[in-house]
């Protein structure tokens, strides 16, 4: 049975039930796309929540340091610094030893 035939022999309740449907659908598909914003929001303010958790808790101990005792302070960057390099030559040297093999 075709759709035109359908929607003649239901008559105007057929014609109400069919609107509402689409109406549900509407609403549903529009509260959808909210959602997916407000989700994205919480994500971004998550994210940056997040960050200024991590800023804080990094900066703080070395603005603390580097106010009260610079000797210490110079001592702990200068110590993560040449740890820093040191890591990086030997993981150069282990490239190149890969790369020789």
């Known amino acids: 049975m075709s759709r035109d035939r359908r929607t003649r022999q239901t008559g105007r309740a057929g014609t109400e039930r069919a ?3 689409t109406l549900r659908r509407l609403w549903y598909r529009l509260l959808s796309g909210y959602g997916v914003v407000v989700r994205a929001g919480l ?3 998550a994210l940056a929540a997040a960050t200024l958790v ?3 808790a990094f900066v703080f101990p070395l603005w603390y340091l580097a106010t009260t005792v610079p000797g ?4 702990a960057v200068s110590a993560l ?4 390099v040191l890591a990086l030559l030997v993981r150069r040297y282990l490239r190149l030893l ?3 093999r």
């Not at 610094?81 to 820093?84: G, I, P, T, Y």
């Open 43 to 45: 994500g971004i303010v």
């Open 81 to 84: 610094l040449a740890a820093l």
């Open 72 to 75: 210490i302070y110079t001592a």
């Open 98 to 100: 890969d790369a020789v």
């Open 54 to 56: 991590a800023a804080v």
């Open 19 to 21: 609107a509402g449907s």
